[in-house]
């Protein structure tokens, strides 16, 4: 049996299922039986993936009666979106640096 201990936002992510679970938390607030209803899995598979984004800390929950009722962390969910940014402009300040040397080089080849 695998176990999520330590798991990241990122890892969490990768799974389909947990993703989907993400996409439907992002509309509003769910139950497992809510989840489990839009989903092609069990009930079970569900709990599951919700307790590793809960592990991730993407997800947290509260009770309501006997129901608990999963949301997004937006804490968590923001972090993730920074880490995002960050890698987005490095790749671009990379991409830049690339066309600059390309066109240096051109220069000098036209020289």
């Known amino acids: 049996m695998t176990t999520y ?3 990241d936002g990122w890892s969490a992510l990768g799974d389909p299922t947990r993703r989907a ?3 439907s938390l992002a509309d509003r607030p769910r139950a497992v039986g ?3 209803d839009e989903l092609p899995v069990s009930r079970p598979a569900v709990s599951q993936a919700l307790k590793v984004l809960k592990d991730a800390g993407l997800v947290t929950e509260r009770a309501a009666g006997t129901r608990r009722i ?3 962390n937006p804490t968590a ?3 993730l979106r920074d880490q995002l940014d960050a890698f987005w402009n490095r790749a671009l300040t990379s991409y830049g640096d690339v066309v600059e040397q390309a066109q240096v080089e051109q220069e000098s080849e036209e020289s």
């Open 5 to 7: 201990e330590g798991v």
């Open 70 to 72: 999963y949301r997004l």
């Open 77 to 79: 969910v923001a972090a």
């Open 34 to 36: 809510e989840l489990a």
């Open 21 to 23: 679970i993400v996409a």
